[in-house]
């Protein structure tokens, strides 16, 4: 029998429909007369994956025949979006699936709705991961994503009384068809107890680990199409279950259920994906997922994918382990135990192969996001790991008195270990001495990192540091969600720039062109009438059809401004009542807001609270004629995202300078045909630099600006007290109108916003409410408009995440 992958079905309807009916008779074991949607759904899955599966076990087989480098993502999160229509496109399945379905008697729209995302992240981070695995199955590129197979995603957000409230995302019930598990391949991770140093018959010191308990860690495979290449990479997610001899002291005792009941403790640790994603806590159940990932998959690496007897001293020919933040930080020290403590090498060696494996990610600028683990719980969970973090920094502190003499400060400021009441473990600061380079996600942000976050190591390193500015797939995020567009795009340019977005410059010529400017109108018409009949069905919402659509999606975070856009709204809504425009004069807005807070983070739960009424309150007002209205769906997530960034003509971009570290939701809106509204902050810098300054609203202060207006004692009352019009928005907020006659319900943020207003809403508020009325000037030019909106798409090529993954290639992979 040949050992080859076995063919998969005729690529036509008469073979799709066979295939869909054995997955349903032999996969679900019913008859199609019986089954119910998510039968009908996971068959569907399983037959368009007969598609895929014989590229996947080709691309395998030929990476481990091969010796090429294979990238190692590390990843806690991956955003992933639905899996189905993905499938269909990258096997250009969609039409025959379509007309199998409606053979059988099916609805395939209603097939796809079934499926819940996997939504195994909290947002930007998370979602970038997902468009880099994209990217280098398109590019043909080996790469394992490793992550956490959570058993609960991001939550599910709804509104109680306006409020947030959480509901678990338990995306696992109905099953899940996109996956492989192979129990079979578990590995066993260690946690606590105590080390041993012993002496060998060389007089060599030996240090072993006597943990105190393990888990295993179970891989489930998925996997990651290239666009329509054959190639298909894998991605590896784990999940933990517990050992059988988790406790023999319980056993023993003779308390069986208990033991039992104790055994479950260890599969806490793929529970849940934790829901902050900008101030962590220290959680110890967060730093046991760490680990566990992480020594899951430098083990199956070592272990299970390199060959045999493969001589480690080449590890770095094979492997680079890219550290998505530094969430996979405790790699570094679980590299060096394997190589010392298990293979034998000599720590220097050893040290010099690890930082060859590893490269690092940063994707903050905000002090408080930055990772440290209390020396005492990290002590407790890994002990070997702390002793080796201790010596790596004791040799790296030696490193830097001998490059600077008497320089004592500079060797307590640069060291692993922060100092204070609690001893602490900095993880980007391992992560930046233990790596060979460390990258930025935009020009901006990396130069920040550099001379702010980092600066000692970038003075002691300079080449180490580098600037990979994010991207996103053109794939999931224009030619899947927006397919009238991506039509419209191919007729003029032809169908190539799915995988080369530059040729999106070849659009410029048709930014003059009337005829195709109409067409190009009709789409965004399209695509926003589609978004309004989602809401409606999804959310009871009633939208009009014509008013400007102004969208802010993103995760709730002060820094971010949701409040600078509601004070926006309120104005408005002040210049209505108190007659001083009148509702026809005013151009009608649709404001759609998206956004998830962390369940303990109470600032940003007001802010949501104070959306949803105000949002209610100019909804409800027959005075203002529905020149305004405010939608705020609940649970914003990836498959939304498709619906809404099509949809757009309006893109908010309105962090304060200095501190959103890239963004990404900015680069599907632009390639989508809206136009920004934003401050100079992380890649709306370089968005704006490619579109041109005339096809950008650009406000606020710059990040020197910020500082330095924080340095000389930032005051947000005397912009309160200057402005009349920001007097009047916040005293209208502040009345209680918005919130049944209760004026203390709108007193935290208010109160906030005026005593300490930490991201400076007040202090841009004038500059952000001048460029909204340039705004309203533009928009009322409807064909001026649209030559911008059909510039930004031809202008922002320059933001797919094939141009990043060739960017590290060339700066961090390759290098
Ligand atoms: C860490 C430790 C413990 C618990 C949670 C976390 C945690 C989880 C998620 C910390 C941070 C995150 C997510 C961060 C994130 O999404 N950052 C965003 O990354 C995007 C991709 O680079 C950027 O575009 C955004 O600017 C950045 O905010």
């Not at 406790?247 to 934790?274: C, H, M, P, W």
């Not at 600032?603 to 609270?609: D, L, Q």
């Not at 947000?716 to 200057?722: D, E, G, N, Q």
Request: aromatic fraction near 10%; charged fraction near 25%.
């Amino acid at each position: 029998v040949a050992q080859g992958p076995v063919n998969p079905p005729a690529h036509t309807v008469d073979g799709f429909v066979e295939a869909f009916l054995r997955e349903l008779n032999f996969g679900q074991g019913v008859l199609l007369s019986r089954s119910t949607v998510n039968d009908q759904y996971l068959a569907l899955a399983r037959t368009v994956q007969q598609y895929l599966v014989a590229g996947w076990l080709e691309t395998g087989a030929r990476r481990r025949q091969g010796d090429r480098k294979i990238i190692g993502y590390l990843s806690a999160e991956y955003l992933l979006g639905r899996q189905l229509d993905n499938a269909l496109m990258a096997t250009t399945l969609g039409e025959i699936a379509e007309e199998a379905m409606t053979q059988c008697g099916l609805d395939l729209a209603r097939l796809r709705a079934q499926e819940i995302e996997p939504g195994l992240g909290n947002g930007g981070l998370g979602r970038l991961a997902a468009c880099f695995v994209d990217s280098l199955a398109t590019l043909d590129v080996p790469c394992i994503g490793y992550g956490i197979r959570y058993e609960y995603g991001i939550f599910r957000q709804t509104f109680v009384d306006d409020r947030q409230a959480e509901v678990p995302d338990s995306w696992l019930s109905l099953g899940s068809p996109w996956e492989f598990p192979h129990p079979e391949r578990q590995v066993r991770v260690a946690f606590g107890g105590r080390t041993e140093t012993t002496t060998d018959e060389q007089g060599r010191e030996r240090t072993t680990w006597v943990p105190a308990w393990d888990v295993l860690g179970i891989p489930y495979h998925y996997m990651v199409p290239g666009y329509r290449n054959g190639s298909v990479n894998t991605l590896r997610l784990w999940s933990a279950k517990a050992t059988q001899a988790f406790d023999l002291q319980i056993f023993n005792s003779g308390d069986y259920a208990e033991a039992v009941r104790s055994q479950t403790f260890a599969e806490n640790i793929s529970k849940v994906l934790y829901p902050e994603d900008s101030t962590p806590q220290g959680k110890e159940l967060r730093l046991q997922q760490q680990y566990f990932f992480v020594a899951c998959s430098l083990h199956d690496f070592i272990e299970n994918t390199l060959p045999r007897d493969f001589d480690l001293r080449r590890l770095p020919e094979r492997i680079i382990f890219q550290l998505n933040d530094t969430h996979p930080v405790i790699g570094i020290p679980e590299l060096m135990r394997i190589l010392v403590d298990l293979k034998g090498f000599e720590w220097d060696e050893a040290w010099d192969i690890t930082r060859e494996c590893f490269a690092y990610t940063c994707h903050t600028l905000l002090p408080e996001a930055l990772e440290v683990w209390p020396v005492e719980l990290l002590g407790r969970l890994l002990p070997r790991h702390l002793e080796i973090i201790y010596r790596i920094n004791d040799n790296f502190l030696d490193e830097v008195r001998e490059a600077y003499p008497g320089d004592a400060d500079r060797v307590s400021r640069m060291s692993i270990i922060a100092e204070g009441p609690q001893r602490a473990v900095r993880m980007a600061y391992l992560a930046t001495i233990g790596g060979s380079r460390v990258n930025g996600v935009a020009e901006l942000q990396s130069q920040l990192l550099r001379e702010k976050v980092l600066p000692d190591f970038s003075e002691l390193w300079p080449d180490k540091f580098t600037n990979i500015t994010n991207g996103v797939t053109p794939r999931r995020f224009l030619h899947q969600a927006n397919p009238l567009l991506s039509t419209l795009i191919t007729e003029a340019i032809g169908p190539s720039w799915v995988t080369d977005l530059e040729q999106l410059r070849g659009l410029e010529p048709y930014a003059d062109d009337a005829g195709f400017r109409e067409q190009f109108q009709a789409v965004k018409q399209a695509n926003k009438e589609r978004l309004y009949r989602e809401l409606r069905a999804r959310d009871g919402l009633e939208l009009p059809r014509h008013a400007m659509l102004d969208v802010m999606v993103k995760r709730l975070h002060e820094y971010k401004r949701q409040t600078l856009k509601l004070l926006h709204i309120v104005s408005l809504y002040d210049d209505l009542i108190s007659g001083d425009v009148s509702p026809a004069d005013m151009v009608s807005r649709t404001f759609v807001f998206g956004a998830k807070a962390a369940p303990g983070y109470y600032m940003a739960k007001e802010i949501i609270y104070l959306i949803n009424s105000v949002g209610r309150t100019i909804n409800e007002d027959k005075r203002i004629e529905g020149a305004l209205s405010v939608a705020f769906p609940a649970n914003y997530n990836v498959t939304l995202a498709e619906k809404v960034v099509p949809a757009a003509d309006l893109s908010e971009q309105i962090s304060l300078a200095g501190k959103e570290a890239s963004g990404t939701g900015n680069m599907k809106f632009a390639l989508n045909g809206a136009l920004t509204i934003g401050t100079d902050d992380g890649a709306n810098v370089e968005i704006r630099a490619l579109v041109g300054d005339d096809n950008f609203f650009l406000f606020g202060l710059t990040e020197p600006e910020a500082e330095q207006l924080r340095a000389d004692g930032y005051d947000p009352k005397t912009f309160y007290r200057s402005d009349e019009k920001l007097r009047r928005t916040l005293d209208l907020l502040g009345s209680g109108i918005f919130t049944g006659g209760d004026a203390s319900a709108s007193a935290p943020l208010v109160q906030n916003l005026l005593h300490d207003d930490p991201f400076m809403a007040l202090a841009d508020f004038r500059s952000y409410l001048d460029a909204q009325t340039r705004v309203d000037e533009a928009y009322r030019d409807s064909d001026a408009w649209t030559r911008s909106a059909i510039l930004n798409v031809a202008r922002t090529g320059f933001f797919s995440s094939d141009r990043s993954m060739r960017d590290y290639l060339d700066r961090v992979w390759l290098a």
